[in-house]
């Protein structure tokens, strides 16, 4: 069955840390692959998308993304974290990109210590 | 840019009577809109994938009958829930994609509490 997984449920970071957060999927099939970020009492707000092209995707504020699709994942990573970092991540994949329907991950919780 | 706009932002209705969310694409057209569910502390969980001039598509263990979807127009889908009761209490989020975009975009959420 097509699945998501992020094996970070909750990640405590301090500040200046580097971040990496891991999202794998099962699917053989040609894939779409988010990012999205939740801060606090906000809705859901895209980082990253990568639909084509180059694996290395750079999205907003200063975050990053690597699609490697031997090994069916799409991890994202911060040299940097900061304390406004602080917030739920959710990495989605459209499995048939026909559909558009988004199967999301269960989400990481952030948090980083000033 | 694509701006979807929810209303409204949180609701409390007591156990038995209806509740409609709409879901509007303010700056652009949108053939499909999407409904997730999320729990407190858990992910979305996609409910039916609503098209504009059809029936919705539910996902498994949803219930249509319960979760009305009407998408009439280009820039509108409301999501009604029917008779709610307490475990229906959840945050209602819906997203679209701009024709000819990539991603997707998620409207503010509506905070549901059945009482």
């Known amino acids: 069955a097509q699945s998501v997984s992020q094996h970070n449920h909750h990640v405590i970071l301090s500040e200046a840390a580097s971040l990496e957060l891991g999202c794998n999927y099962s699917?053989?099939?040609?894939?779409?692959l988010f990012w999205y970020v939740q801060y606090p009492g906000q809705h859901l707000q895209l980082l990253l998308k990568y639909f084509s092209g180059d694996p290395l995707v750079k999205g907003i504020k200063g975050f990053e993304a690597e699609f490697i699709k031997s090994k069916f994942s799409f991890n994202l990573r911060k040299p940097s974290v900061q304390w406004s970092d602080t917030a739920e991540y959710f990495c989605a994949v459209i499995f048939n990109t026909n559909a558009g329907k988004s199967t999301f991950g269960d989400g990481t919780t952030l948090t980083v210590k000033p | 840019g694509a701006v979807v706009s929810q209303h409204p932002s949180w609701v409390i209705c007591k156990s038995g009577t209806s509740v409609k969310i709409e879901c509007r694409s303010l700056d652009f057209q949108a053939t499909t809109m999407f409904w997730y569910r999320q729990f407190p502390k858990q992910s979305l969980m996609l409910m039916a994938t609503s098209n504009e001039g059809s029936k919705a598509t539910y996902e498994q263990g949803v219930e249509k009958d319960k979760f009305l979807i009407n998408h009439a127009s280009l820039t509108l889908s409301t999501l009604t829930v029917t008779s709610a009761h307490p475990e229906d209490s959840s945050f209602y989020i819906c997203s679209a994609q701009k024709q000819g975009g990539e991603g997707y975009t998620f409207g503010s959420g509506t905070r549901l509490t059945v009482v």
């Open positions: 699917y053989g099939g040609t894939v779409n």
